[in-house]
C-alpha cells in the first residue's frame, strides 16, 4: 500500500474506532507501516475528526519527518514494529472497558484473559499486561518490545490496550 492509501485507511480506521464508542475525546493513536518509517496519528487529536494531511511521518529511528507533531507514543509503535516485521499496523486505545481491566488487581500478567472464545485464542492469543508507565514514558518501549514478541497484543497497565496488526483489512 502506498503513503496515500495508507494515509486514507489510517483516516478510515480511526473514525470508524471513535464512530464505535472504542475511544473518545483525543484519546488513542493509531499507525501504519510504510516506505521510510510510519505514519502515525498527532498528538491531542481526535480520531474521529482526523484528515489525512494531519498524520506525522515518523522515521524507523523515531526521528519526525513530516506532518503534524506525532502522538508523544509514537515510539510505542516503533517498538511493537521493531519485533513485528510482519505487521503492518498499530493500534493503541484508551477503551472503556479494556482500560478497567488493566486497572485491576490480582490478573496474571501473563495472560490477563482466559480464551473465552476460539476467535479470540486465533486473533488474539495471550494478551499481556505490562506494568504501569506514565504517558509517553520511553520506558515503555523496552518492556513492549519484549512483550510483543511473544503476544499479539498488550495491555497497559492502568492505561490501555495497544495491538500491531498484520496487512490492512476492513474493520
Same mark, same amino acid.
Given at each position: 500500500?502506498?503513503?496515500?492509501?495508507?494515509?486514507?485507511?489510517?483516516?478510515?480506521?480511526?473514525?470508524?474506532?471513535?464512530?464505535?464508542?472504542?475511544?473518545?475525546?483525543?484519546?488513542?493513536?493509531?499507525?501504519?507501516?510504510?516506505?521510510?518509517?510510519?505514519?502515525?496519528?498527532?498528538?491531542?487529536?481526535? %480520531?474521529?475528526? #482526523?484528515?489525512? !494531511? *494531519?498524520?506525522?511521518?515518523?522515521?524507523? /529511528?523515531?526521528?519526525?519527518? +513530516?506532518?503534524? =507533531?506525532?502522538?508523544?507514543?509514537?515510539?510505542?509503535?516503533?517498538?511493537?514494529?521493531?519485533?513485528?516485521?510482519?505487521?503492518?499496523?498499530?493500534?493503541?486505545?484508551?477503551?472503556?472497558?479494556?482500560?478497567?481491566?488493566?486497572? %485491576?488487581?490480582? #490478573?496474571?500478567? !501473563? *495472560?490477563?484473559?482466559?480464551?473465552?472464545? /476460539?476467535?479470540?485464542?486465533? +486473533?488474539?492469543? =495471550?494478551?499481556?499486561?505490562?506494568?504501569?508507565?506514565?504517558?509517553?514514558?520511553?520506558?515503555?518501549?523496552?518492556?513492549?518490545?519484549?512483550?510483543?514478541?511473544?503476544?499479539?497484543?498488550?495491555?497497559?497497565?492502568?492505561?490501555?490496550?495497544?495491538?500491531?496488526?498484520?496487512?490492512?483489512?476492513?474493520?
Amino acid at each position: 500500500m502506498n503513503h496515500s492509501e495508507s494515509r486514507n485507511e489510517l483516516v478510515r480506521l480511526a473514525r470508524s474506532l471513535h464512530q464505535r464508542g472504542l475511544t473518545r475525546g483525543t484519546s488513542g493513536n493509531l499507525s501504519a507501516r510504510v516506505e521510510g518509517g510510519i505514519l502515525v496519528t498527532p498528538t491531542n487529536a481526535s %480520531l474521529g475528526e #482526523l484528515r489525512t !494531511d *494531519d498524520l506525522a511521518l515518523v522515521s524507523d /529511528a523515531g526521528e519526525h519527518l +513530516s506532518g503534524a =507533531r506525532p502522538s508523544k507514543e509514537a515510539f510505542l509503535h516503533l517498538a511493537m514494529y521493531r519485533v513485528r516485521p510482519q505487521d503492518h499496523a498499530a493500534v493503541h486505545l484508551h477503551s472503556t472497558y479494556a482500560t478497567a481491566l488493566s486497572c %485491576l488487581d490480582g #490478573l496474571d500478567d !501473563d *495472560d490477563v484473559l482466559p480464551p473465552l472464545t /476460539a476467535y479470540f485464542v486465533m +486473533s488474539v492469543g =495471550r494478551l499481556v499486561r505490562l506494568p504501569y508507565f506514565a504517558p509517553g514514558d520511553q520506558g515503555l518501549a523496552g518492556a513492549a518490545q519484549e512483550a510483543a514478541a511473544s503476544s499479539r497484543a498488550l495491555l497497559l497497565a492502568n492505561h490501555g490496550p495497544s495491538s500491531p496488526r498484520r496487512p490492512w483489512h476492513r474493520q
